[in-house]
């Protein structure tokens, strides 16, 4: 079993940036892989980035290709999304979820584990 809590969320103009954090506890979080997910009102969950269980392969939704970085640092148990350029259309919850030993792409449905989700709003 393993928790994931979500925290940097946070108001920004377009053009700015923010790194939002997810940190994991219970045995065996390194061996997750783990993704960053959002959702919009109105809109379903999508995929924005993940990153395998060993931390050697990342993937990336189109969209935000170029803009976000997903990585992990295995000694905090912690997953971090820094997001660049930011948007107006990127404003949503932003939530991390987890397969174990997973690829670094994953559907929701697949998601074992979920976090509660933190805020990003980007105005113009």
């Known amino acids: 079993q393993v928790q994931l809590v979500e925290s940097g969320g946070g108001s920004v103009r377009a053009g700015g940036s923010l790194r939002v954090s997810c940190a994991a506890s219970?045995?065996?979080?390194?061996?997750?892989?783990m993704a960053w997910f959002r959702q919009a009102p109105g809109k379903e969950r999508e995929f924005l980035a993940g990153?395998?269980?060993?931390?050697?392969?990342?993937r990336y939704e189109d969209s935000v290709k170029g803009r976000f970085t997903i990585s992990r640092d295995n000694a905090k148990n912690t997953v971090y999304l820094q997001m660049d350029n930011l948007e107006p259309d990127d404003t949503a919850v932003y939530l991390c979820?987890?397969?174990?030993?997973?690829?670094?792409?994953?559907?929701?449905?697949?998601?074992?584990?979920w976090g509660q989700g933190t805020q990003v709003t980007v105005s113009s």
């Open positions: 979820g987890a397969v174990k030993y997973g690829p670094p792409y994953f559907e929701s449905p697949s998601v074992e584990h």
């Open positions: 219970g045995s065996d979080s390194s061996s997750y892989a």
């Open positions: 990153v395998s269980w060993g931390g050697t392969s990342t």
